[in-house]
């Protein structure tokens, strides 16, 4: 199944033979994007025996620069662009060098990943990393943060879901007396059903290109912010507080969110012609990904203002044809990641099935577990419709680890008697800066998550 999955998202300009011997090249979407997913399926080893040995047996690395900066840039943007507006707005003008900041850190901690790797050339993934450093503790850390993370990021996938219906659908209403639902969550649960039965499929060739669009589809919104600036009609003449102290903990968690792809950054290193520029191509990379954030947080803030949502999408007027064109990318992109994002857990769970399980059998259990594990997935959506509080979430309890204090630490580990006195304590500091965001933009995003929880369900009681 590997196999067919890498012919198609392996390598984001070649022909279809090139492909075949450029299995380890990344054409993905986002941190979040299906081809994560993928590839973790193999870097974490529950592909051993699947992940084909004539994929690497006599093929060469032959990522060139330009390629290795396509594909990272295309693995950093994702669902979290459409937060930097809210975040920048509530963070402050000020807030932006924090994000910038993050960028930098996020650049060298993938630095960092790197000369792990250069270390011992026989890792080839991020687990592979947290082996070396930690043993089989390292192995298990990184496992569990890769498997939370894909869990965190379709909630706030299905989230996004929800919350564009409302507006592609605005005013428009389905009668269904029995389901107590309203338009909005009917609708998001069709889509969740019509993506369901791909969950049953082994071979994910079929569904597994529409993952290269992802890229497109997030410069597609970029492009649509634009427009409606320029010919919109809408006035980019909003006042952007300095600098909100109370609001840094929360947005932090979104801004980190926004980099997070350091999973696959290994994939990338091996699939590099010259590997010594991998540095080269994370400043690169990181550098012009940070400069989109930037301008569309200051565009989307000062746009719209104190009024701008979470979801830049939802602020946009609903008139507009690019406003559409913006809102349907945002519902359809969600649906065709579940089938991939699941294919870690499914894997997983075949390895752990008995050998004398027939094929049919393993498809029947893997269906179901993964029928269930989606539709826990959308309760925990429609329960929890607050999209900037889990995004943050998922940022400040899981991103923070897998971007910066697990590169810093593996890297500190693994390379103690080569490291001087001051990057120990750069490291350090890293760690220590990176993990009281994280602790703090946890403990804020969970208290708000769960007081707009106890405010719905009272607002419900009444």
């Known amino acids: 199944m590997c196999e067919n999955i890498w012919k198609f998202i392996g390598n984001l300009r070649c022909s279809k033979a090139d492909c075949l011997s450029n299995g380890n090249q990344v054409a993905s979407e986002t941190m979040h994007g299906a081809n994560l997913a993928v590839q973790q399926v193999c870097d974490i080893d529950v592909c051993k025996g699947i992940r084909i040995a004539e994929e ?13 900066v396509l594909n990272m840039i295309g693995m950093l943007i994702g669902l979290g662009q459409l937060s930097t507006p ?14 910038i900041g993050l960028g930098v850190i996020c650049a060298y901690s993938s630095h960092l990943l790197g000369k792990c790797l250069d270390k011992n050339p026989k890792s080839r993934s991020y687990v592979d990393i947290g082996q070396n450093a930690f043993g089989k503790k390292g192995r298990v850390i990184a496992a569990t943060f890769i498997y939370l993370e894909i869990f965190m990021a379709l909630v706030s996938y299905t989230i996004s879901l929800h919350d564009n ?22 609708l998001t649960v069709m889509a969740v059903l019509v993506a369901l039965p791909s969950l049953w499929l082994r071979d994910l060739s079929s569904i597994s290109f529409l993952s290269s669009g992802g890229i497109l589809m997030s410069l597609l919104i970029f492009i649509s912010v634009a427009c409606t600036a320029i010919f919109g009609g809408v006035k980019a003449n909003h006042k952007i507080p300095v600098l909100q102290l109370d609001k840094i903990p929360s947005i932090s968690g979104l801004y980190i969110f926004s980099y997070a ?51 830049i999408t939802l602020s946009m007027p609903p008139h507009l044809i690019v406003t559409k064109i913006a809102l349907w990318a945002t519902v359809l992109t969600p649906m065709t990641k579940y089938a991939l994002e699941f294919a870690p857990f499914a894997i ?41 509080h889990v995004l943050s979430l998922t940022g400040s309890l899981v991103s923070f680890c897998i971007c910066v204090i697990l590169p810093c630490a593996f890297y500190t580990k693994i390379c103690w008697a ?3 006195k001051p990057f120990i304590i750069l490291n350090v500091t890293l760690i220590a800066f990176c993990s ?18 106890q405010r719905s369900i009272h607002r419900t009681g009444l």
């Open 418 to 420: 080569q490291i001087s």
């Open 86 to 99: 809210y975040a920048l707005e509530n963070g402050g003008w000020a807030s932006v060098f924090l994000l």
């Open 261 to 311: 792809g350091h999973i696959v950054f290994p994939d990338l290193y091996k699939a590099m012609k010259d590997p010594s520029k991998f540095t080269k191509v994370s400043i690169v990379s990181f550098a012009l990904v940070t400069c989109l954030y930037t301008a569309l947080a200051f565009m989307g803030a000062k746009l719209f203002g104190p009024g701008v949502s979470s979801q």
């Open 348 to 388: 997983q769970l075949e390895q752990h099935l008995p050998v004398s399980f027939s094929s049919k059998t393993k498809m029947i259990i893997r269906g179901t577990v993964g029928s269930f594990l989606l539709l826990v997935i959308l309760t925990l959506a429609l329960s929890l419709p607050y999209f900037e």
């Open 56 to 68: 690497n047996k006599n093929a060469e690395p032959n990522s060139s620069f330009l390629h290795a």
């Open 165 to 186: 219906f409302i507006k592609v659908f605005f005013g428009r209403n389905l009668n269904l007396s029995w389901a107590k639902l309203s338009t909005s969550q009917i």
């Open 436 to 453: 009281f965001l994280g602790v703090f933009g946890t403990i804020v995003s969970s208290k708000s998550l769960i007081q707009n929880l």
